[in-house]
């Protein structure tokens, strides 16, 4: 960041700090969703996917930790704020992201993938198993045919929905974990 972020208001270094966060935040979930993608070809890379997506979040404490103890002691309701505006970047990031892989990318992948899938012998009974009385097999196939037959439109607001959920409900965590605690205003015992 520059000098002019140093001397602007809390309200604007929040608002500055939080989109270049997230947009580091952003690379990791767009990275998970994307090696998740290619987990359907190769399970190994899914693995990492997951573990994208999963270290977004020491990250983002770590980055608003070092804002707290560099730039600016943050109270707990800059924190949430701050986090949740830096998980809404990434979330933003990543719905643009998730767009352009179904639009572009795709192909029917994800589809043929889940379809080749449910037809295996275990996996049948797997569902058979959760689903007791039930046509499990109808019933992932008729979900299957409603995603195919969304438009890449539709879903991508889904998508959006379901990552703003996401940046939500990270947010209150982070905050937690990265605010500055005030110091207790008691003397400690002994030294009266």
């Not at 929040?14 to 990791?28: D, E, F, N, Q, S």
Request: some cysteine.
């Amino acid at each position: 960041m520059n000098d002019s972020t140093q001397n602007a208001t809390e309200g604007q270094q929040t608002k500055a700090y939080a989109a270049w966060y997230g947009l580091w935040i952003g690379v990791c979930w767009v990275l998970s969703f994307g090696l998740s993608m290619w987990g359907l070809k190769e399970p190994f890379a899914g693995n990492f996917g997951l573990l994208a997506g999963v270290g977004s979040v020491p990250l983002a404490i770590w980055l608003l930790r070092g804002f707290n103890e560099m730039i600016s002691p943050l109270s707990l309701r800059r924190a949430w704020h701050m986090a949740w505006l830096m998980f809404l970047y990434a979330a933003l990031l990543t719905t643009a992201a998730q767009y352009i892989y179904f639009a572009y990318m795709d192909n029917g992948l994800l589809v043929r993938t889940y379809t080749e899938m449910i037809k295996q012998p275990e996996i049948q009974d797997l569902m058979a198993q959760l689903m007791p009385g039930q046509d499990a097999n109808r019933l992932f196939e008729d979900a299957i045919t409603l995603f195919s037959t969304t438009p890449v439109s539709q879903l991508t607001l889904q998508f959006l929905f379901w990552n703003v959920i996401l940046a939500t409900v990270l947010s209150i965590p982070t905050a937690f974990l990265s605010y500055k605690k005030k110091p207790s205003s008691q003397t400690p015992k002994g030294k009266e």
